[in-house]
């Protein structure tokens, strides 16, 4: 449909797409910064690495679907899913991990479901989940905290560890990798140890998560709250997903403490709040109403502690966004607000 | 007094209020033009009815049309001079159509009417007095244009509680009521007085947005003793909209299905009650209003007090002409207001502003992009609805989903569109499925009235053949026994013998048939065959004239009347027509 006659309202807020894109993308720079300061300049060559991809493959896919190739290209959506499933990966995770994930988000998560609004599935989850089915060695060779290795990883030797999988000095991609928090803990609690022994037992747990983790996750709290004052994102979802999960891992560390770990743990090591803020506040792929949004989040939360405590995966919630994904349209079918003057229901 | 609580209605808009460009000048006279063009249809409801013909005089304030029809609104000459057309004229509408308008030449005398206030309104009789205002062509000056005599009749079945004013004014760039609060709080707290005798309201609120302290002090200075609040509200789009302001001052929500006569509220503008006052008080009716012309594509904006029927560009050029920044002319606010496409078209009732935007004033279109269901809508809505999903259904054309979803209770605010990062023109999605959606009822209506007709028919032809074999049956039966009279009377054995097998075979007949039809009526034993067709007869008849009866009504009432009406007549035809069949029969056995 087209209209000719402009119609009321005559006025707009001076507000438009790119630029809550843009915001989404300015409230990572907190963590983006702690993220180079704990595990070096990988993160910034891949998030490069994976803007170039996700570019490339808008632009074709535009091309292909005869879409005005230079008003999406600018509307920032890509670089976003780039920015946040360059995050979601191992800093120092081959080049071609990034580009085939990005190449896949774009090009059969977004574009192949109909373009930016039409996607069921959050993008950049669904190609961190295929890369994580796909390449499972490679998506868990995550570089260890600075502060736990030897090395001095410099800016180039991050690009050549990217590039080539090995360093100048001839140091391989397994001596600066070690296992996250939520897999070594997951590999303790197989050992039969309990929480405690598991947590003190090494050096890559810290204060309430794991060594450089904490730091990474306060900044990316950060970035979200300012998206909540800026209303790029309302308090729902991230409410949810938070509140749900820190319950959950409550009733169980309640029940039985050596088993389970505490719930400031859960919130503070993996990706909770990344993808509490970042992931699941996604408006395409969740509910529109106020309550619908946070029973989502609810059920990311717990979908992501059934995972993480009883699953096959460490880390739950890139499936558990998938999942409530699925359920989003269900949710806004039941969740609808009362409209004025209706009595309630 | 106690301080009212006020409540908040959900979602709104902060918006720029943008009124400081006209709200510091005072108000002028606009200059009488040298044609006025009066449009029929300046109101909500029938266009009235001109009274006047080509080549009369009419002097200011004479009725120049008649209103037409109960929702309707006359209209009046706003100056004197010379009826010169009655023809199509550009009017005031979004579409940029033509209407019917009386065009006059204005004699530069300005004179009036004869005019003469009510002495004493307060012993005046209530229909009376709705009348008065109604003859003075007043509607509703807040944008609507209702006419404000209806209103005013709340009927036995309600008891007004309170009646609120509304001065909010929350459109930015506007100011014309806040110039008239200010300049006029007498006429505004006399129109009141009169709205309150007229409903018997108990309480009564003004309510100002708390932008316009000016208009506040103003109408505050002006009651004494009077049980009349005046209420700050905050300043919030849409807070002037009808039920958000209920919403605000009572805490209530008018019925989606109803009006706030329901609830016991009246709202009027308090631009329309100081048009009651000089209506009621001195006989004046309304030819004439406040408006805002402002923007920055005019030199010098300002209020002016404009004569219906003054085309827009001569205001334009008594506020020191247009200038090229002008990107946009709009009448209304930004909100709800309308793009004008001739700069010719007349200031009507529902006139409060015209605004002259540059692209800084109103933001220039953008390219829609898709919705990413981020909900800024539905957080900005004023009556709860989810207008991504109603673009959902709108875009599909899923009609009935959206009015599913409740689409009919959008009041095209236009809070959703100005929020949305993708720059959907949802309000505009919103009404084209509202006439969509009309459109397919009056066809539906059609058809169910086609079948109706087409039914009714089929009932018709029905009862006539029923009513044929009724009329065949009897003159059988008359014939069957005159010759069975005719018989007995020639005598003879043999004859007598036949009668008599004939009477007892028939007497057989009846009873089995009174058996058969009667089940339990005793007496049709003992009556003679005659007899029973004669009350078979009866009842065929008596069916069928209810059949006519079911029929007519059905004529009557067209549609409305349900199926089940329709199949009712239908199978009581059936009967009939089964019932004198069997008399047919029996008279055929006689």
Known sequence: MEFKIKSSPQTHLDNNLTQLMMRILYALIPA???????????????????????LSCEALMLKLRQRPVKLFLTDGSAVVTATLLAMALPPLAPW??????????????????GGLGFNPFNPAMVGYVMLLISFPLEMTGWSAPLSLVDYKLAFMDSISMIFTGQIASGLQLDALTMATPLDMLKAELRLEHTVAESLSSHPVFGLMGGVGWEWVNLTILAGGVWLIYKKVITWH???????????????????????????????????????????????????????????????????AYIIRTWGGYPEGIAFAVLLMNMVAPTIDHYYQPRVFGHRKK | MINRILSRFHGGVHLPDRKSLTAGQPVRKAHLPDRLYLPLHQHIGASAEPVVAVGDSVLKGQMIAHACGYVSAPVHASSSGKVIAIEDHAIPHPSGASASCIVIETDGEDRWIERSGAEDYLNMDHSHLRNLIRNAGIVGLGGAGFPSFIKLNPGPDYQID????????????????????????????????ILRYALKAKHVVIAVEDNKPEAYQSLKGQLHNEDIEVVQVPTLYPVGGEKQLIQVITGKEVPHDGLPLNIGIVIQNVSTAAAVHRAVNEGTPLVSRYV??????????????????????????QCGGTNMAM??????????????????????????????????????????????RCGSCADACPVSLLPQQLYWFARSKEFDKAQN????????????????????????YFRFSKTEIAAKEREQEKADQARARHEARQARLDREKAERAARLASKKAALAAKKARSDRASGGVSDDKK????????????????????????????????????????????????????????????????????????????????????????NDGI
């Not at chain 1, 992931?279 to 309550?291: E, G, H, R, W």
């Not at chain 2, 004013?165 to 007085?193: Q, V, W, Y």
């Not at chain 2, 034993?525 to 008596?542: C, G, H, L, Q, T």
């Not at chain 2, 009712?568 to 035809?573: D, G, Q």
């Open chain 2, 499 to 586: 009668a008599a097998i004939k009477a007892a075979i028939e007497r057989a007949k009846a009873k089995k048939a009174a058996k058969k039809q009667a089940g339990t009526e005793p007496e049709a034993e003992k009556n003679r065959a005659v007899s029973e067709r004669k009350r078979a007869e009866m009842k065929a008849a008596i069916e069928q004239a209810k059949v006519k009866k079911m029929a007519r009504k059905q004529a009557e009432s067209g549609h409305e009347r349900g199926v089940s009406e329709q199949k009712k007549a239908e199978m009581r035809a059936a009967i009939a027509r089964a019932k004198a069949k069997k008399a047919e029969k029996k």
């Open chain 1, 237 to 303: 979802v991230p409410v949810g997903v938070l509140g749900s999960l820190f319950i959950i891992a409550a009733v169980f560390y309640g029940i039985d403490s050596e088993h389970y770990a505490s719930p400031l743990f859960h919130i503070m090591s993996g990706a909770a709040i990344f993808a509490a803020f970042f992931i699941a506040t996604d408006p395409v792929t969740a509910p529109t109403t106020a309550l619908g949004r946070v029973i989502f989040g609810a059920g990311i939360g717990i979908l």
């Open chain 1, 32 to 54: 983006l910064v702690a993220y180079v300061w704990f595990f070096g300049w990988g993160i910034v060559i891949n998030i490069l690495l994976a803007v170039v991809t996700a």
């Open chain 1, 96 to 113: 071609w991990l990034t580009v085939l994930g990005v190449a896949f988000a774009i090009i059969v998560a977004k574009h192949l479901y």
């Open chain 2, 292 to 317: 805002t012309v402002t923007g920055g594509g005019v030199t010098q904006p300002r209020n002016l007090e404009v004569l219906f029927g003054t085309p827009v560009n001569e205001l334009l050029e």
């Open chain 2, 405 to 428: 979803i409740n689409l009919f209770d959008c009041i095209e605010c236009g809070c959703c569109s100005y929020v949305c990062p993708s720059h959907i023109p949802l309000v505009h």
């Open chain 2, 327 to 372: 990107s946009r002319l709009v009448m209304g606010g930004p909100m709800m207001g309308f793009e004008l496409h001739q700069h010719n078209v007349p200031v009507i009732k529902t006139t409060n502003c015209i605004l002259a935007a540059t692209d800084h004033d109103l933001s220039p279109e953008q390219p829609m992009m898709p919705c990413i």
């Open chain 2, 162 to 193: 309170t009646l609120i004013l509304n001065g909010a004014e929350c459109e930015p760039f506007i100011t014309c009521d806040d110039l008239l609060m200010r300049t006029h709080p007498e006429e505004i707290i006399s129109g009141i007085k």
